[in-house]
């Protein structure tokens, strides 16, 4: 569901000194405001001019420039994703305030908006069109513009023209790489303010595809039904961010217990994983790629002659969000995301495949797919599993569209393969 | 075992033993710290050479150190220290110090300090802390001051240490020496007047004997303790930790009624401070006559007051001084219909009375294991039930919580301040542990009974359809009495109305994907006596799968037994269940016509110490029948049958996935 304060009944009051001033009027005097802080921040200075010309090279696409510019501003010492200190500590560390984007240069230290502005400074050095935008995340309220509350438009990010395109970043953000804003940030209106006030727009919206989650399996089944083998999960783009922000303060015992709780939730009862290697959380261009081993005694089961091989192994924790028949509330899911699951378990010696589920492919609506098949090869049987939201608000009346979606997609989850020995398939 | 110690040592061994304690005085036992800058025992806590800790392990307690000084007049000072080593980020929150006082414990001293691995130390004291009132009660005097130790960062060391003042209620302390973290060094100090006494026992750690000098001061020290782990399902922490308690006492010509020898000693003390509650009132008077007007037998007339003080009699604490174990008056629980677990037991009991009926004060704890019987402690106890002595000629049928006394007879337990838990049965909490029996004349131990399977059933029986498509719809019904029906009395009645049907729901949803809920039905909901009943139809689409001509079916169709179960690898501690209890499902599925069953799930059979297990599924025309029964006969498994458990809860959880395949023997 979204966000708890913005469904509860509520009335929000607001006082004003400006009691003859309309709505948008508010927002271009706040816009104004804005701007006149920002400029003075970032303004012109020839230390930023040098740190530019320092990263870049003349030969450099526009995009290799603002990456690199981007890489820069993310070398500054983030204070907004360091541990609160206590006063004592604070007052024994002595940080300057940065009043301006060469302060941030000179101290090698900012606050998360004081790098989105140093990165615009930089940007503006390059010689590209940059501006930092007031947004007002997601994750605990939505914007209403309605309302004239400064306060809503509680963060701020950068936007870049290259060419005809306008790209949003967040370097103020620790670990978030370039091209990707935290998930609270996408689809938000912002304000870029501007002399004349500025105006409203709206943030990009990754696409599913930007947030994959890649699940690998290559196993064995004995005779008994037990399987084991290796696993290999990758995260990618905002499902990456997301577990990195949340480990940013752990070591590598911390670490790896989030990653098993995380997938313990995956795994039914008598499975268990054995977590090997875990890459990525430091490098945020790359994929965070988690391996390790599978252990589940009785995965599969004998009834009789035969051996039924459920399809999957990994559990849909989204299906047991859609139980209950009627909701009140619009549904919520973050950001729009893809799962893919491969696969492939090596069934025994001496076993056939007697029947396969069909192929499913099922989609709802545009923006649902779900869609497995499995198929034998010799001795084994390889399962491709694909389940994609392209969305990430559904009002309450696509409630029961999306309870049918992953209802039928767990049921086709736990189909199962039927495999019959050869020696009692000979007898038949 | 308890160790009986005093200053009457042999003066050889008394000279020895007080140089000893002189040399670890000096170094570790000076008074707070006066000086600027981090104290000399903080910086040989952090000097100390540790050993390996698994690298999961978040800090260890450089030093833990209680320091208690009994004087004459019963006054006690204590001085606490604490030393951390912070390893892993995890560890920061130790950097919090949370020191709790109240009205009649004065904190008169608090100081902390952080030693950074590089750079200057930290120091923080009394006047930088957040003071708070803190309690879970609905009131109380209990508040807090909160300390936050600077840099409490991985490698560094942090240490504080506060002094707090006080006259207890008891004379009696406790020296809880293991944490959730390794424990390089604990120590316990306890500085007696001349000619007093002590008693000891120690908890799930070997006893050993304290250093003791001339001025009547007794030293243990212990080392390298390790740390007691959370585990899912492990007995409760309290009863698996290492402790020492302490009860102290004037010389043997004026015992205080407050120091306590024995069980009965704690029973006369506790009979002492309610001796006056359980008074009456004519208002008091008529609402038990009201209660028990249409009542034909005496336990009738029980049922009724107990069901009034569950229903009637809100569930309030109100904690101040003596208040945390004298009841109030009866008069006024009943006059303000409020009360914490004390009040409502008081209230019963004076009710109790006046029908003829005799009862008893029971302090427990309101967690197995915690109690120890072989030590008289007054402190070790939370909660207080009734025990309430059953009229000759009462019928029993029904009644398990019964403990047969030598003097009293049958007493029938019974907790007045669990709303769901009808009188006959004990929260489930409260069974197979020990507690006081307080009676006139002193107290003593009883070992409440753990009930039996019986008494806390689940029967699940189900008449179901399957269609040619795989759709399975149909009815359930379900009974349950004694555990099984407190849990879900709660769940229902937490609920609000409207959504009780989305406590089926949510149940039903873990088994069938995309079922639809037709029809639900709850009965005795608010008849705690009787059974609680539910019905059930629903419609379960895509229940059976089609491949090919076959069609697999899982006949377990909706119940777990052995999806919670802990993960048992690498385990420290027992398991322990919360009740023993006997449940069964029983399944009956009409097969669609042209389809026969080509194979069928093996029967299970599993019998262990703790518990058993039995499943079949049998084919009879076009019904296919599944049946089982779950059992947990103790609730208690020790780590040497943690195999057993293990291997129980995989047959379970197998038998649970098995399916059953139908061909089709027809187009």
């Known amino acids: 569901m979204p966000p708890v304060e913005e469904v509860i009944p509520h009335i929000e009051y607001y006082y004003t000194w400006h009691s003859d001033e309309t709505i948008d009027q508010y927002w271009k005097r706040i816009g104004k405001e804005w701007s006149e802080f920002y400029e003075r921040f970032i303004g012109k200075h020839h230390e930023i001019a040098e740190a530019a010309t320092q990263v870049i090279s003349p030969n450099d696409s526009p995009e290799a420039k603002l990456r690199k510019l981007y890489a820069r501003a993310q070398q500054i010492r983030n204070l907004s994703f360091e541990r609160e200190k206590t006063e004592k500590e604070e007052k024994r560390e002595k940080l300057k305030e940065n009043n301006n984007a060469a302060d941030v240069l000179k101290h090698g230290y900012g606050y998360g908006s004081e790098v989105v502005l140093f990165f615009v400074a930089l940007a503006r050095a390059a010689g590209f069109k940059a501006s930092p935008v007031r947004v007002a995340r997601r994750d605990s309220v939505f914007f209403n513009q309605g309302l004239p509350n400064e306060r809503q438009l509680n963060d701020v990010v950068a936007v870049v023209v290259t060419g005809s395109t306008a790209v949003f970043l967040d370097p103020g953000t620790a670990l978030c790489p370039y091209g990707l804003l935290p998930w609270a940030e996408t689809a938000v209106a912002g304000l870029k303010p501007e002399k004349n006030g500025g105006f409203f727009l709206t943030t990009s919206l990754p696409s599913d595809s930007q947030s994959v989650t890649e699940r690998k399996a290559d196993l064995q089944l004995d005779e008994d039904g037990n399987l084991q083998g290796k696993l290999q999960i990758s995260f990618k783009g905002l499902e990456a961010l997301r577990r990195r922000l949340n480990a940013r303060e752990e070591d590598d015992a911390g670490r790896k217990k989030e990653i098993e709780d995380e997938f313990k939730g995956w795994l039914p009862a008598g499975a268990s994983f054995d977590l090997g290697a875990v890459t990525g959380w430091d490098q945020p261009d790359q994929p965070l790629t988690v391996e390790g081993t599978l252990h589940f005694n009785g995965f599969a089961m004998l009834a009789g002659r035969r051996l039924l091989v459920p399809l999957t192994f990994l559990q849909s924790n989204l299906a047991a969000s859609f139980q209950r028949f009627n909701r009140t509330y619009p549904i919520y899911f973050r950001y729009p995301f893809q799962i893919h699951d491969s696969i492939t378990i090596q069934v025994p010696d001496g076993y056939r495949v007697e029947t396969l589920p069909d192929a499913k492919e099922v989609s709802p609506d545009k923006r649902l797919v779900y869609s497995i098949y499995a198929k034998q090869q010799s001795n084994t049987l390889h399962v491709e599993r694909t389940l994609v939201v392209n969305g990430f608000l559904f009002p309450v009346e696509f409630y029961s569209i999306l309870r049918t979606f992953f209802s039928g997609s767990k049921a086709s989850d736990d189909q199962q393969a039927v495999f019959q020995s050869s020696a009692s398939a000979k007898k038949n | 075992m308890i160790n009986r110690r005093s200053s009457n040592l042999p003066h050889r061994q008394r000279r020895t033993e007080f140089l000893a304690v002189l040399v670890v005085l000096a170094f570790f036992c000076s008074a707070p710290a006066a000086r600027a800058g981090a104290p000399d025992w903080l910086h040989a806590a952090a000097q100390q050479t540790l050993p390996e800790y698994p690298k999961d392990t978040k800090a260890v307690m450089l030093l833990s150190e209680q320091n208690t000084t009994v004087k004459s007049n019963g006054d006690i000072e204590t001085l606490y220290r604490f030393a951390y080593k912070i390893l892993r980020p995890d560890g920061r929150d130790y950097g919090t110090v949370e020191v709790p006082f109240d009205n009649e414990t004065r904190l008169t001293y608090l100081k902390a300090w952080c030693l950074p691995a590089d750079g200057k130390e930290y120091e923080v004291k009394e006047k930088d802390a957040l003071e708070i009132g803190f309690t879970e009660e609905f009131y109380s005097d209990d508040r807090?001051?909160?300390?936050?130790?600077?840099?409490?960062?991985?490698?560094?060391?942090?240490?504080?240490?506060?002094?707090?003042?006080?006259?207890?209620?008891?004379?009696?302390?406790?020296?809880?020496?293991?944490?959730?973290?390794?424990?390089?060094?604990?120590?316990?100090?306890?500085?007696?007047?001349?000619?007093?006494?002590?008693?000891?026992?120690?908890?799930?750690?070997?006893?050993?004997?304290?250093?003791?000098?001339?001025?009547?001061?007794?030293?243990?020290?212990?080392?390298?303790?390790?740390?007691?782990?959370?585990?899912?399902?492990?007995?409760?922490?309290?009863?698996?930790?290492?402790?020492l308690d302490v009860n102290y006492f004037p010389s043997a010509s004026s015992q205080p009624v407050n120091a306590f020898h024995s069980w009965r000693d704690v029973g006369v003390w506790y009979s002492s401070l309610t001796e006056q509650s359980r008074d009456s009132t004519p208002d008091l008077q008529q609402k038990v006559a009201d209660l028990t007007a249409g009542a034909k037998t005496p336990l009738e007339k029980m049922k009724a007051l107990a069901s009034f003080l569950q229903r009637e009699i809100r569930y309030v604490d109100i904690e101040i001084g003596i208040g945390g174990y004298q009841p109030h008056q009866a008069s006024a629980i009943f006059s303000h219909r409020y009360g914490d677990c004390k009040d409502k037991a008081t209230l019963l009991s004076s009710m109790l009375r006046q029908i003829g009926i005799d009862s008893y004060y029971v302090p427990i704890h309101n967690q197995r294991g915690i109690v120890r019987p072989d030590f008289p402690s007054a402190i070790t106890f939370n909660h207080v039930i009734l025990a309430i002595r059953l009229p000759e000629g009462v019928d029993t049928n029904g009644l398990y919580a019964i403990v047969n006394d030598a003097k009293l007879g049958p007493l029938l337990f019974f907790d007045p301040t669990d709303p769901y838990t009808p009188l006959g049965y004990l929260p489930t909490y409260l069974q197979d542990t020990y507690c006081l029996l307080v009676t006139k004349d002193g107290g003593e131990m009883v070992r409440l009974p753990l009930l039996a399977p019986t008494t806390n059933r689940l029967i699940r029986s189900g008449k179901l359809f399957l269609s040619p498509e795989g759709t399975l719809s149909g009815v359930v019904q379900e009974v349950r009495w004694g555990a099984p029906a407190s849990v879900e009395r709660a769940r229902f009645l937490h609920a609000a109305v409207a959504d009780r049907r989305k406590v089926i729901e949510d149940f039903l949803g873990h088994f069938l994907p995309g079922f639809m809920l037709t029809e639900a039905t709850v009965g005795n909901l608010e008849k705690y006596d009787d059974s609680l009943t539910m019905q059930y139809r629903f419609v379960a689409e895509n229940y059976a799968k089609s491949a090919g001509n076959l069609m697999v079916i899982r006949p377990?169709?909706?119940?777990?037994?052995?999806?919670?179960?802990?993960?048992?690898?690498?385990?420290?501690?027992?398991?322990?269940f919360s009740a023993a209890t006997l449940q069964s499902d029983m399944y009956e599925i009409q097969l669609p016509a042209g389809f026969v069953v080509d194979d069928l799930p093996a029967p299970v059979k599993a019998d262990y110490v703790f518990g058993g297990y039995t499943s079949k599924c049998e084919v009879k025309g076009n019904v296919l029948s599944y049946e089982r029964t779950y059992e947990i006969k103790k609730v208690f498994v020790p780590i040497s049958g943690l195999d057993d458990l293990r291997q129980f809860f995989r047959q379970i959880s197998a038998d649970e996935r098995s399916s059953a395949v139908l061909r089709r023997t027809s187009p």
Request: aromatic share 12%; hydrophobic share 40%.
């Open chain 2, 556 to 576: 377990r169709v909706i119940g777990a037994k052995a999806s919670d179960f802990p993960d048992l690898k690498k385990r420290k501690y027992a398991v322990e």
């Open chain 2, 144 to 243: 807090r001051k909160i300390l936050q130790i600077p840099a409490s960062d991985p490698g560094n060391v942090i240490g504080y240490e506060y002094v707090r003042k006080r006259r207890p209620y008891v004379l009696q302390d406790v020296w809880w020496f293991q944490r959730e973290v390794p424990v390089r060094r604990a120590r316990f100090i306890m500085q007696l007047p001349g000619g007093w006494e002590f008693i000891s026992h120690w908890s799930n750690a070997e006893a050993k004997e304290p250093q003791a000098s001339a001025q009547n001061q007794y030293v243990w020290e212990l080392e390298n303790l390790s740390a007691v782990e959370i585990e899912q399902e492990m007995p409760p922490w309290r009863a698996v930790a290492g402790r």
